[in-house]
């Protein structure tokens, strides 16, 4: 008769980066209320929001969702919620260049803020109801192919593809999270079973 598998419950950690009026409030809103707001106001500092849901029958999560300033003059208090984050969602607007130039410049934040070397992270071009955009749709697939970044267009106007863009992030966590686990139980049990022949050994040795 076969045991039924134990529930897991996950705890992550997400922070939203970009340049300031990329539209990162505005994701975080339509993702947690499925409401838009126009001109949504600068985010000082940082804010944050916590999203709980079920994943399938046995598995459920808990994120943390951080909202952080975008400005340039803010960013030394936003580097201190890099810290221990698990994914990270990396937005800039399709229409504006420079958003999307200031891209490098958020990696290399990322690279010497963040302690998880494993840590996920989507590339998230915004804005795309705009009539007119300055960085196309392979310029954009294509930079995020070189940074091995996941990539995912949004328009948080409309509504289209914000379940998508968290729902890519938060899957591609939990996979690093369960290859991590069986890693970890796979070296846990080689090292019991190196101390059973250790142990054996010596057994063997002093009669």
């Not at 996950?10 to 126009?38: A, H, T």
Request: proline residues 1%.
């Amino acid at each position: 008769m076969s045991s039924r598998p134990s529930k897991v419950f996950y705890q992550f950690k997400l922070i939203l980066l970009g340049d300031s009026g990329v539209g990162k409030s505005s994701l975080l809103s339509r993702y947690m209320d499925e409401e838009f707001v126009p001109n949504h106001p600068c985010t000082v500092n940082a804010d944050f929001k916590i999203k709980a849901m079920l994943i399938d029958e046995f598995s459920s999560v808990q994120m943390t969702i951080w909202d952080t300033c975008g400005q340039e003059r803010y960013r030394a208090i936003t580097r201190g919620y890099f810290k221990d984050a698990h994914g990270i969602i990396l937005v800039y607007d399709v229409a504006d260049k420079r958003s999307f130039s200031d891209l490098d410049i958020w990696l290399e934040e990322i690279k010497k803020n963040t302690v998880k070397e494993d840590i996920s992270i989507i590339l998230v071009g915004n804005k795309i109801d705009l009539k007119y955009r300055n960085i196309n749709t392979e310029e954009a697939e294509n930079f995020a192919k070189e940074n091995n970044l996941m990539y995912c267009e949004t328009s948080c106007k409309e509504g289209r593809n914000i379940e998508m863009a968290f729902d890519m992030i938060t899957k591609d966590i939990i996979k690093k999270q369960n290859n991590k686990n069986v890693i970890e139980n796979k070296d846990n049990n080689v090292k019991v079973v190196k101390e059973r022949e250790i142990k054996r050994e010596k057994e063997v040795s002093c009669c």
